[in-house]
């Protein structure tokens, strides 16, 4: 990686023209949304749409379209100052400190399988058992899963009993990782992270934020919430597939071999078979050709979001998400899924199961409303069969449904999209 050919300040913003130029172009709102006239996505969980933010960055990158960090050309160069300052922006925008290290990664997924790759040895990982699969599933055997938790309050006493209990009678420096989730995917509802941050430091662990799911709804400032890594997901960021990030400290990381062995990765090869010197820093864990695109286009999301006001984004989304919950509420036979109190802080996502139908069948009805929602088990099935146990047993239901219904909500969403989904669910 030869970054000493570029400097970032350098970088022309932009190259080629924008689409809709012109007297009547209409304005140019990088937080909109792109869509299909008639379809109503109600499942920004799985996959939000694209900003028009991350489209325009695409769109203008596309003429320059080069090698990243491998050429002098000066299409070459262009691209690997786009990269690193996607780079820059999704360090501002997740608060990164300095000394932080943004690796760019397919997706959350990709993110936390690398953060578990490159645990030290013996390290213990302690996660909730109400975690998304992507944060149940990489962690090193005896990982520590603490059960579902009644309360925000009620998680941050238990991982402090746990990280107790762990730390009695065993090494004190031997590393503990504690990995939650901001935001859950199935219920939305917000976990107290800088709570449970101070928790794991005073027990001397270190703590993994999932935020695939809370960022797009809020701000997660690494150094406000004080945490150790973050991982997001691009394609629920209002960017396109294909990118995400692990960001945070970086000392774990620059000790473990490279996630991929390759050319990137690698600062010195010599003749002899595995006679290498690893490169340092992201370089370390991005072996291979980068994603340009998909790391401009977060990026651009990260920068749009950044500028936004988040006060403003949040209270839109808060009147929905309210509207949504109300309006299901009221429809007979429709239970919501919770794990907190139902005034617990949530974004927007909202599961539910409706009373002798099954999950699949409702949503495939919706979608012939044109309403898109997801129906299934979420990627949390532990968590999901229980809530709907729940559900079921605060209704007296004595059939539940088999799986539940997601709908989930963000940039774009209107009043219209919510009161149609209403509807449709009522008329069944
Ligand atoms: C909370 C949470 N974590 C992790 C993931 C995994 O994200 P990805 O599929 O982008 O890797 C998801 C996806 O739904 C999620 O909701």
């Known amino acids: 990686m030869n970054t000493a050919l570029v400097s970032l300040e350098t970088l022309p913003r932009t190259a080629g023209p924008r689409p809709w130029t012109g007297p009547f172009a209409p304005p140019v709102r ?65 608060g990164a400190r300095p000394g932080d290290e943004v690796i ?23 996660t909730f058992a109400s975690e998304h699969h992507a ?21 941050v006493r238990a991982l402090d009993a746990a990280l107790r209990e762990l730390r009695r009678g065993t090494d004190p420096v031997r590393p503990v990782l504690v990995a939650v989730t901001g935001a859950g995917n199935v219920t939305g509802e917000r976990w107290p992270v800088a709570e449970l941050a101070r928790v794991a430091h005073r027990h001397g662990a270190r703590i993994a934020v999932d935020a695939a799911q809370l960022a797009p709804h809020a701000p997660v400032d690494i150094a406000t919430l004080g945490v150790d890594h973050v991982a997001v997901s691009g394609h629920k960021l209002y960017a396109p597939f294909g990118a995400g990030a692990l ?45 340009l695109l998909g790391a401009v286009a977060l990026g651009a999301v990260c920068a749009a979001l950044g500028d936004a006001d988040r006060d403003e984004l949040h209270d839109r989304e808060q009147a929905l998400l309210a509207r949504l919950r109300a309006g299901l509420a009221a429809v007979p036979g429709v239970e919501e899924l919770r794990v907190f109190d139902a005034a617990a802080p949530r974004v927007g996502i909202v599961s539910f199961v409706v009373a002798g139908r099954d999950s699949a069948v409702v949503a495939a009805e919706l979608a012939t409303a044109g309403i898109g929602v997801r129906d299934g088990l979420f990627c949390a099935h532990p968590l999901t069969r229980r809530l709907i146990a729940e559900a079921a047993a605060r209704r007296g239901w004595r059939n539940p449904p088999a799986t539940a219904l997601r709908a989930s909500i963000g940039l774009g969403s209107t009043t219209e999209h919510v009161d149609r989904l209403l509807a449709a669910l009522g008329r069944r």
Do not use: M
């Open 135 to 155: 944060n149940l599933l990489p962690w090193p055997a005896g990982a520590v899963r603490l059960p579902v938790p009644a309360s925000p309050g009620a998680a």
């Open 104 to 126: 760019f990664t397919r997706n959350t997924t990709d993110a936390l399988n690398l953060l578990a790759h490159a645990l030290p040895a013996t390290t213990t990982v302690v």
């Open 30 to 94: 990088p937080l909109d949304v792109l869509g299909v006239p008639g379809q109503i996505n109600l499942d920004y969980a799985a996959t939000a749409p694209c900003a028009r933010a991350a489209a325009d960055a695409v769109t203008e990158l596309l003429p320059w379209y080069a090698s990243v960090h491998r050429g002098a050309g000066e299409l070459s160069k262009r691209c690997t100052l786009a990269y690193e300052r996607a780079r820059r922006s999704v360090a501002g925008f997740l």
């Open 247 to 291: 960001v945070g400290r970086g000392d774990w990381l620059d000790a473990a071999p490279p996630y991929l062995a390759g050319g990137g990765a690698s600062a010195y090869v010599g003749p002899a078979t595995h006679q290498v010197r690893w490169a340092s820093g992201p370089a370390r864990h991005e072996a291979g050709t980068p994603n």
